[in-house]
């Protein structure tokens, strides 16, 4: 059976927080893995990373990193200095990942998280300051044994990867067993005709896999289709992690980075959010039993 893991900022409104104590909570709860923001790793000692990866061998969890790159270290910029200083940001969170044995950074980690403030009518000269910058990354990537996995997001989240199409294409000419892809269920809401398609189409390519629904709560919870969802998964012979990505309370850093602007669920209460999260488990290995996964 896949994996199951869960996001830290289901439950925190800021980026950074105990990592620990969700360590711990994660466990309890039943997931295999906790994924969080990997920006806090640049400000933590070595023996600080150490403690947390011993921590999640303790209690039996993998953890798995994000990012929604800082526009400051915008490795497709135009401005030189910006993509030279992404270029060495990135490796430095990458080498972080690698002092924990870490296997896997995703997300918006090939721009800018956002989109440019200005008209876009071409976006491959972006692109190719992209790739140029990450065809230096991937080495430190392939050096420390991480994944790094390239995430397609909506239109209002970035214009350079959009589309499961779009990923490929971008993997193809970064040209490493290093990159890999990220498919987005609330994502592929937005920019996919077919979500069963885009599956199919990255195919065993697929390295990490997010849910949510079309609104970004828990899956089963909104109008998502995930017969056909879990169905691809299974048709594809999916084997690695389901990575659960809720964002449901208005406020803090994540509220305004993600646009909640409303609490999505009635109780936002810790004891509500831990039992949202357990129903999260049930309802994904009802789906993977469903379809044989």
């Known amino acids: 059976m896949n994996k199951l893991g869960i996001f830290m900022n289901f ?33 933590m000692t070595d023996e600080k990373l150490k403690s947390l990866k011993s921590l999640a061998d303790e209690v ?17 910029s135009p401005d030189e200095k910006i993509r030279l200083g992404g270029v060495d940001y990135l490796k430095r969170i990458v080498e972080q990942i690698g002092k924990m044995d870490g296997k896997l950074l995703s997300g918006v980690s090939y721009a800018g998280w956002g989109t440019p403030p200005y ?18 990354i991937i080495k430190t990537a392939e050096d420390n044994g991480v994944v790094y996995c390239v995430e397609a997001v909506n239109r209002f989240e970035g214009c350079l990867i959009n589309t499961a199409q779009e990923a490929i294409a971008y993997a ?15 994502h592929m809401n937005i920019e996919e005709n077919s ?18 629904e079309n609104n970004r709560t828990a899956p089963g919870r909104g109008h998502l289709n995930w017969d056909e969802i879990f169905g691809a998964l299974a048709e594809i012979g999916y084997k690695n992690r389901i990575v659960c990505e809720p964002f449901v309370m208005q406020g803090g850093e994540v509220g305004r980075d993600i646009h909640v602007f409303r609490d999505l ?13 357990a129903y999260i488990i ?12």
């Not at 439950?11 to 990997?38: C, M, P, T």
């Not at 039996?60 to 497709?76: F, H, Q, R």
């Open 282 to 293: 049930e309802f994904e290995k009802s789906m993977m039993q469903k379809y044989g996964m």
């Open 265 to 277: 669920i009635a109780d936002t209460s810790e004891e509500s959010i831990d039992r949202e999260a």
């Open 172 to 186: 193809d000419e970064v040209g490493s067993k290093n990159i890999g892809i990220l498919l987005d269920t609330y």
């Open 195 to 212: 979500i069963g398609d885009a599956i199919r189409l990255v195919g065993n390519r697929l390295t990490s896999f997010h849910t949510g």
């Open 60 to 76: 039996g969890i993998e953890l798995t990193y994000s990012l929604g790159l800082d526009p400051a270290y915008d490795v497709s």
């Open 11 to 43: 439950w925190e409104k800021n980026w950074d927080a105990d990592h620990s104590r969700y360590i711990k909570k994660a466990a309890k709860i039943g997931f295999d893995v906790l994924e969080f923001q990997a920006q806090p790793l640049l400000d």
């Open 119 to 136: 008209v876009l009518d071409d976006k491959r000269p972006l692109l190719e300051n992209s790739l140029k910058s990450m065809r230096e």
